[in-house]
Nanobody, 126 residues
Framework: QVQLVESGGGLVLAGESLRLSCAASGMRFSLAAMGWYRQTPGKQREVVAAISPGGNTNYADSVKGRFTISRDNEKNTVYLQMNSLVPEDTAVYYC????????????????????WGLGTQVTVSS
């Protein structure tokens, strides 16, 4: 049974940083593309960043230059380092995994991933 467990969310001030972690189990982590999404009330879930099994990364335009996605295959964990946070980054952040051999940035843009975590709340106060 695949499980994705997010941690690291919280309340911070604008300009500060947070690092989210997502621990995966029950899957061949090193072969999976991993990503982060976020969602605010009344809005669709949007992809924030994704990383391929080989370490290639993609980002939403809104977070480029501020967020960094990385992975540690030894720890079966994917991270999202979020710097220079702004109130508009306030959302529930979800970890996602896709095991398709054709997985790509388009897969994550479409939300067509295989597994989701339960989410962690990030609140940025001004």
């Amino acid at each position: 049974q695949v499980q994705l467990v997010e941690s690291g969310g919280g309340l911070v001030l604008a300009g500060e940083s947070l690092r989210l972690s997502c621990a995966a189990s029950g899957m061949r982590f090193s072969l999976a593309a991993m990503g982060w999404y976020r969602q605010t009330p009344g809005k669709q879930r949007e992809v924030v960043a994704a990383i391929s099994p080989g370490g290639n990364t993609n980002y939403a335009d809104s977070v480029k230059g501020r967020f960094t996605i990385s992975r540690d295959n030894e720890k079966n964990t994917v991270y999202l380092q979020m710097n220079s946070l702004v109130p508009e980054d306030t959302a529930v952040y979800y970890c996602a995994a896709d095991q398709g051999i054709d997985s790509s940035w388009d897969t994550f843009l479409a939300g067509a991933v295989d597994y989701w975590g339960l989410g962690t709340q990030v609140t940025v106060s001004s």
